[in-house]
């Protein structure tokens, strides 16, 4: 089978400075990725390269086999790159109907769709996006993500300063995006163990590069790792918990 992403000897940054080395990673269609690290450790820059915000310095990425290195941000959109970054990229100024609609494409991932994952935003489709809460922002960055209809979602910290309550509630329809719906992503999150639970591989970077790549069921029970890398584990009290 051949892979829906794939990323090799890849090297990027931001003007001058390099932040990525020589990064290999690929993702299966329908296979979701926790992408984990300490923070400045180059996650986010690693998914701005694969949408294509960052200066490319070597290696590839594509998706399908198309070659996205050298395509505009644009272009990576209609290959297939759907996008929810930790500023949440709404418009402030439109309703959530109108902030769906004006980015939609035709395909499985419609309105009624992304109203169906997330009820509040139906309850609020004609309250501007300046007048949503944090939680309800997210869920409407996600849905114009998904009306894109994209091969595979990039989700940078969806769960960052949020309630428990509305965490919990995300992790559940992220779930049934990846698990149901069989959607393929790449999910940056710095509570390890609760992206753990939902996603089927994980790789953790360290310092611009790879450190470890394995089977996220593998890495929850690998305490020695999650505090080398990460500064969890049994140790830091921390627990995982099961995303229904």
Known sequence: MRNLLEISALCSGYGKAQVLRDVDLSIEPGQALALLGRNGVGKTTLLNTIVGLTRFHSGSVSLEGVELTRL???????????????????????????????????????????YRLFPRLQERRL????????????MLAIARALVLNPRILLLDEPTEGL????????????????????????????????????????T???????????????????????GTYLGVGAGAGETVQPVH
């Open 72 to 114: 505009s941000p644009e272009r990576r959109v209609e290959a297939g790159i759907g996008w929810v970054p930790q500023e949440r990229g709404i418009f402030r100024s439109l309703t959530v109907e109108e902030n769906i609609t004006a980015v939609a494409r035709p395909g499985k991932w419609d309105l009624l769709g992304v």
């Open 127 to 138: 309250n501007l996006g300046n007048q949503l809460s944090g939680g309800e922002q997210q």
């Open 163 to 202: 309630a428990p309550i509305i965490v919990e509630e995300l992790l559940a329809a992220i779930r049934r995006i990846i698990r149901d719906e069989g959607m393929a992503a790449i999910i940056v999150e710095q509570h390890a163990q609760q992206i753990l639970a939902i996603t089927d591989v994980a």
């Open 204 to 226: 953790i970077l360290d310092r611009g590069a790879v450190a470890y790549t394995g089977r996220s069921a593998d890495l929850m029970g690998d305490t020695a790792t999650l």
